[in-house]
T-cell receptor, first 110, second 115 residues
Framework: DAKTTQPPSMDCAEGRAANLPCNHSTISGNEYVYWYRQIHSQGPQYIIHGLKNNETNEMASLIITEDRKSSTLILPHATLRDTAVYYCIVRVYAGNMLTFGGGTRLMVKP | GAGVSQSPRYKVAKRGQDVALRCDPISGHVSLFWYQQALGQGPEFLTYFQNEAQLDKSGLPSDRFFAERPEGSVSTLKIQRTQQEDSAVYLC?????????????FGSGTRLTVV
């Protein structure tokens, strides 16, 4: 699975959009981009995934660049409960294991 | 149950002691995974079951680690002769069947501290 690069930490004001970047320059044509988050003392939680089109669900939006070498997870109106570590993972669709990197620690501040 | 249940939630073991960590996956979930998460790090894959078959154990760090899922539901991760470096959170995840992505559900983990 391709490696990803994420900033180690980010801050965001409550109520504002949180934009979390991820670089995956070695992504293969059959690999999807997945996002998970881990709130303190909990297991990781699936957020969203996509191949090349932008995706949106009730939790977030995923914007993938045309060359697929990077993506951005957008939380449109961040709340204090969105404070967590966010992991960007690339892998083949429905592969088995997830390979987690260091993730981005997002701190949402009042 | 509604989610993946892991027990105990916390475990303190003396160095050299054997421990057993339990995972109750979501009913009917075929795939089950174990991960190890050291403090401040992302989870690292340990092993994978499809039903009762252990299809991948490449992430187990040593032969002191053993996992089983004899009836294809509950799984146990056993660590023999625990060492301080085994201190970590052990996460279990399950998914409905091989090949689905929406259904990866993690438990809250067991925090193991070896003293």
């Amino acid at each position: 699975d391709a490696k990803t690069t994420q900033p180690p930490s980010m801050d965001c004001a409550e109520g504002r959009a949180a934009n979390l970047p991820c670089n995956h320059s070695t992504i293969s044509g059959n690999e999807y981009v997945y996002w998970y988050r881990q709130i303190h003392s909990q297991g990781p939680q699936y957020i969203i995934h996509g191949l090349k089109n932008n995706e949106t669900n009730e939790m977030a939006s995923l914007i993938i660049t045309e060359d697929r070498k990077s993506s951005t997870l957008i939380l449109p109106h961040a709340t204090l409960r969105d404070t967590a570590v966010y992991y960007c993972i690339v892998r083949v669709y429905a592969g088995n294991m997830l390979t987690f990197g260091g993730g981005t620690r997002l701190m949402v501040k009042p | 149950g509604a989610g993946v249940s892991q027990s105990p939630r916390y475990k303190v073991a003396k160095r050299g002691q054997d421990v057993a960590l339990r995972c109750d996956p979501i009913s009917g979930h075929v795939s089950l995974f174990w991960y190890q998460q050291a403090l401040g790090q992302g989870p690292e894959f340990l092993t994978y079951f499809q039903n009762e078959a252990q299809l991948d154990k490449s992430g187990l760090p040593s032969d002191r680690f053993f996992a089983e899922r004899p009836e294809g539901s509950v799984s146990t991760l056993k660590i023999q002769r625990t060492q301080q470096e085994d201190s970590a959170v052990y996460l279990c995840a399950s998914s409905p069947q091989e090949g689905t992505d929406y259904g990866y559900t993690f438990g809250s983990g067991t925090r193991l501290t070896v003293v």
